[in-house]
């Protein structure tokens, strides 16, 4: 899974967590199966451009600093390898 669908699993699941949402009900909402939903949180498939415009449509803190910090933690493991 690249850093960035990582940072996006990240995020939903925290969001999720925070607000007590279940998969089924966030697949729901999304208008996704709940197996499609299951797939990209576990990254046997990767967030689509419109899954991540539905999370925003959602409240979900899907921003471009989500990104920065994927990008911040990958440098981070490289120096200390």
């Known amino acids: 899974m690249s850093i960035y669908n990582t940072a996006v699993t990240r995020t939903v699941k925290r969001h999720m967590q925070s607000l007590s949402i279940s998969q089924k009900a966030l697949a729901s909402d999304l208008a ?8 990209r949180m576990r990254g046997a498939a990767r967030w689509q451009l ?17 990104f920065g910090d994927a990008i911040n933690e990958e440098y981070a493991q490289k120096e200390s390898k």
């Open 32 to 39: 996704m199966s709940q197996t499609a939903l299951s797939q």
């Open 50 to 66: 419109d899954d991540l415009d539905r999370l925003i449509q959602l409240g979900f803190p899907i921003g471009l600093d989500v």
